[in-house]
């Protein structure tokens, strides 16, 4: 398979595109930083090209004769609506209907965990969206775009919503992303203040090797117009994180009580086991991840 993947050279994506490579696809992978991550430049039957996906007419001559588009990257963070509105969800709608257009097979879409928005004692992919915050409404205006592509051309499409992503860096000179609130927690526990839990009990982590099996399940398999909550099925609360970060620190850090903390938001991932029979237990990962932010990351 020829697959073109936006955002080849980020965290998440140096990890798909690995995977996909390992697997004997051909990749082209699409990025504002091409020399992040020199380490995919090894991997055998990869592409990597300098593009910012507002130059419309580089995208599509990359994008023509493709097999399959994934699209990972975000053209934005913590800006405005209307921001949101220009730099990701306008580029994104255009690179659906133009990959439509240009028969692609079939497309994969980035979403979040954060599209639906209103927190609930438990939700499924069907659960209405009710966005909060700007950033989750670029991800679930984009949802519903590329349904309504996905209705008027042939092309196979499919959503997936990951959650907190974390893990090293899988190539030479690749990123390693912790979530802003861990690394807040292994900061504190390293200098031994009192940790400052984040809002909710906790999360559904998932290490990004997982999720790139995500991503290769659902282009290997025939699903069309499906969303996948691509979590962790062990809901991690922060206060374990907490103490790992301490234990593995020698810290003496206080960590709050955690009925200080709200109710746990929670995401059902029984559609991954049935489809595709992955389920993820992202504990023993993400204490290796602790330890890794520990030793990298600088006050």
Known sequence: MNALVTGGTGFIGSYVVKALAEEGHRVTALDRNPRTAPGLRRL??????????????????????????????????DVSAYEFLMRDTRLSVWLFEKA????VPQFIYTSSGEAPGATRPCTTEDTRTEPRRAYAATKAASEQFLMAVSHQHTMRCNIIRPNLTFGNPVVEGGRSTSDSRTRDICRQARRGEEITLPPGRGTQPIWAGDLARVYLAVLNSGANRQIYHAMGADFVPWTDVAAEAVRQAGSSS?????????????FDVTKLREDFGLEFHPWPRLV?????????EVD
């Open 288 to 296: 290796e991840h602790i330890a890794y932010v520990l030793a990298h």
């Open 254 to 266: 206080r960590i709050p009580p955690a009925d200080q903390l709200g109710e746990p938001w929670l």
């Open 100 to 103: 439509a257009e240009l028969g």
């Open 44 to 77: 055998p039957g990869l592409e990597i090209v300098e593009c910012d996906l507002a130059d419309f007419s580089f995208v599509k001559a990359h994008l023509a004769g493709k097999d399959a588009c994934i699209h990972l990257a975000l053209g934005c963070w």
